[in-house]
């Protein structure tokens, strides 16, 4: 079991940036992909991001390929998502997810954090 916290969240304006942050404690964080989901309000939980345990190969969601980076820092125990030239769509609650496998599939994610709520005004 690994217990993950969120961080980073916010209010910021259409264009705007933020980094989100998931520190991780438990299991040992090398050992584990790590995911971001987000859950806009009435919509269900959605991919956006996941990274393999070894910090390569990042895959994304297209709606925000090129707009965000996933980064694990094994230093820190932590993984992040840089989020840039934000959008009103992009607001939801941002979940940090940690696992075997670097899945786009919510289903196959056994570890969750509480989520941090993201907010872009136009």
């Known amino acids: 079991q690994v217990q993950l916290v969120e961080s980073g969240g916010g209010l910021v304006q259409a264009g705007g940036s933020l980094r989100l942050s998931c520190a991780a404690s438990g299991r040992t964080f090398s050992n584990y992909a790590m995911g971001w989901f987000r859950q806009a309000p009435g919509k269900e939980r959605s991919f956006v991001a996941a990274i393999s345990y070894s910090g390569r190969t990042p895959h994304y969601a297209d709606s925000v390929k090129d707009r965000f980076t996933i980064s694990k820092d094994p230093a820190e125990n932590t993984v992040y998502l840089q989020m840039n030239s934000l959008k009103p769509e992009d607001t939801a609650v941002y979940y940090c997810?940690?696992?075997?496998?670097?899945?786009?599939?919510?289903?196959?994610?056994?570890?969750w954090g509480q989520g941090t709520q993201v907010t872009v005004s136009s």
């Open positions: 997810a940690a696992d075997v496998v670097p899945s786009r599939y919510i289903q196959e994610w056994r570890n």
